[in-house]
């Protein structure tokens, strides 16, 4: 038996649907790569064939990998896999998988905190936020638009060091919030305006994922609410249960 599986609490087929998913997005497996056999795999952790047939069905579910007739199982190319956990961190995730990043801040404003706004952040409705749209890159390729609301009274400079780093994570930093978490993430689908469509370079007759995400700093107050527009034929939103 493979030692890395000793969780008992866990089934074995999760086990290692969960550490075939983490090789993938650590980039032990490259996008296009083909994957060992499930006799391989079943040698390897010390299963029967059946446990990884079931580990790798999940892991077709989520678009992970995908199965071809004859020829095997293959990381699914061209995609970004993006974790949802208690700490989501774009540049991370995408230097695991050995992808290029990048950020452009296409505007910034403030503006006065709507119902959802002033529930997400707890502040009142009408009190001035910080608004910052930007659309994120993998590859040259845009995967994402979003637009980032942050209390004014509590980070005045935010939009000023978003436009210098290019980076939510460092602005945040330099407000002197040095950690945070994810408190929660809705994902719906939508159809796009043409507007949306044309900023993801992708035809407005696809759908796209919405996320809407609200993050807290270590004392557990919110910090920050965003509405994200994922590019969904670029992006496997994975939630990871883990943490």
């Known amino acids: 038996m493979n030692h890395s599986l000793n969780n008992h609490a866990m089934p074995l087929w999760r086990q290692i649907q969960q550490k075939l998913k983490q090789e993938i997005f ?25 446990t990884v047939r079931h580990a790798v069905t999940g892991l077709v579910e989520l678009g992970i990998i995908r199965v071809e007739q004859g020829r095997g199982m293959f990381v699914q190319e061209h995609v970004l896999f993006y ?48 608004q910052l749209v930007s659309i994120a890159e993998v590859d040259d390729r845009p995967v994402s638009v979003s637009s980032n609301y942050f209390d004014k009274s509590r980070f ?23 950690d945070y978490f994810r408190k929660s993430t809705r994902v719906t689908t939508r159809m796009p305006t043409r507007a949306e469509a044309e ?7 696809r759908p796209v994922l919405k996320s809407e995400s609200i993050d807290m700093d270590e004392n557990g107050d919110p910090i920050g609410y965003a509405e994200t527009l994922w590019a969904g034929e670029r992006v496997k939103l994975v939630f990871d249960t883990t943490d």
């Open 156 to 178: 005045p400079d935010m939009a000023k060091y978003a436009l210098e780093t290019l980076s939510i994570t460092e602005s945040l930093n330099r407000c002197g919030i040095y």
């Open 26 to 50: 650590d980039g032990v497996h490259e996008p296009g790569e083909r994957l060992p056999t499930e006799l391989s795999l079943a040698k390897r952790f010390g299963v029967n064939r059946h």
């Open 199 to 205: 900023s993801l370079k992708q035809p407005h007759t």
């Open 83 to 130: 974790p949802i956990s208690k700490r989501t961190r774009f540049t991370e995730t995408v230097e695991k998988q050995n992808r290029s990043r990048g950020r452009r801040i296409v505007s910034t404003d403030t503006v006065k905190a709507n119902s959802r706004i002033s529930e997400s952040l707890r502040i009142l409705r009408g009190r001035p936020v910080i």
